[in-house]
Nanobody
Framework: VQLVESGGGLVQAGGSLRLSCAAS????????MGWYRQAPGKQRELVAA???????NYADSVKGRFTISRDNAKNTVYLQMNSLKPDDTAVYYC?????????WGQGTQVTVSS
């Protein structure tokens, strides 16, 4: 499975961005897809995930601000990020879990200025 992220960029605090992750194959076959992020000097952390059944899960730090969704017809998963904070600055990676194998995209930079 190949994953291509897009939608990152520079935004002021309080602003919004929408990240997209396009998969090379039908996401019906993918158990779960998620967004992770890694800030400089920190470990990669889960931001949000969505299962094939549509169940979602969010990190406490983004609950109420971020929304993960999927468009099965376009084999794409989205991350809508609102009320962005400087602490959200990181490289955001898309992940797909197929049985027990995880696949990663190349990452997209999100920078939130104060």
């Amino acid at each position: 499975v190949q994953l291509v992220e897009s939608g990152g960029g520079l935004v002021q605090a309080g602003g919004s961005l929408r990240l997209s992750c396009a998969a090379s194959e039908s996401i019906f076959s993918i158990n779960a897809m998620g967004w992770y992020r890694q800030a400089p000097g920190k470990q990669r952390e889960l931001v949000a995930a969505i299962t094939s059944g549509g169940t979602t899960n969010y990190a406490d730090s983004v609950k109420g601000r971020f929304t993960i969704s999927r468009d099965n017809a376009k084999n794409t998963v989205y991350l809508q990020m609102n009320s962005l904070k400087p602490d959200d600055t990181a490289v955001y990676y898309c992940n797909a879990l197929v049985t027990v194998i995880g696949y990663w995209g190349q990452g997209t930079q999100v920078t939130v200025s104060s």
